[in-house]
Antibody, heavy 116, light 112 residues
């Protein structure tokens, strides 16, 4: 069974940083592109970032470019999102998901709250 | 620009059928999409990939009550024999060139 388990969220002050993790199991992690998607309270899903299967290529939504960094450790079957210079508008549940095109498996999400 | 448009809300009676619509922006009518379900306070769940010819591939464990079809730039999710557990937000999602992934705004389905 495919499992994606996010962790690392919490309450952080504006300008602060966090590193989110996503532990993957039940599939061959190093053959899949992985993504982060976020959902602000009461809002819809928004794609944030993607990394290819070997970690050599990444892309970002314009709203996070230069502040967020996606990475992966294929030996540990884990996806990461380093989020810096946090703003109030980054408050959201962050989901990891897999797939080159369709997102065919999702985690349960981790909540990031940016507030002073 | 690649955009997906969904109606904000829909409703149908218990046991009935409902058809949710996702419309691709001009110039993108050949694109495939995916449908995702998000029940209250839960993470999204992948339902299916839906191609422009109406063929679809469902995720593991998705009941036969869920199906998809296509017409031009419109992609449909059809849910038959509605159950209370189908009350959820439904999102369409697609992907384009230049590594862009896009979601529709979501449709909130109420089962009456």
């Amino acid at each position: 069974e495919v499992q994606l388990v996010e962790s690392g969220g919490g309450l952080v002050q504006p300008g602060g940083s966090l590193r989110l993790s996503c532990a993957a199991s039940g599939f061959t992690f190093n053959t899949y592109w992985m993504h982060w998607v976020r959902q602000a309270p009461g809002k819809g899903l928004v794609w944030v970032s993607r990394i290819n299967s070997d970690g050599s290529s990444a892309s970002y939504a314009d709203s996070v470019k230069g502040r967020f960094t996606i990475s992966r450790d294929n030996a540990k079957n884990t996806l990461y999102l380093q989020i810096n210079s946090l703003r109030a508008e980054d408050t959201a549940v962050y989901y990891c998901t897999r797939g080159d095109y369709c997102f065919d498996s999702w985690g349960q999400g981790t909540l990031v709250t940016v507030s002073s | 620009q690649l955009v997906l448009t969904q109606s904000p809300s829909a409703s149908a009676s218990l046991g009935a059928s409902v058809k949710l619509t996702c419309t691709l922006s001009s110039g993108h009518s050949s694109y495939a999409i995916a449908w995702h379900q998000q029940q209250p306070e839960k993470g999204p769940r992948y339902l299916m990939r839906l191609n422009s010819d109406g063929s679809h591939i469902k995720g593991d464990g998705i009941p036969d009550r869920f199906s998809g079809s296509s017409s031009g730039a419109e992609r449909y999710l059809i849910i038959s024999s509605l159950q209370s557990g189908d009350e959820a937000d439904y999102y369409c999602q697609t992907w384009g060139t230049d590594t862009q992934w896009v979601f529709g705004g979501g449709t909130k389905l109420t089962v009456l």
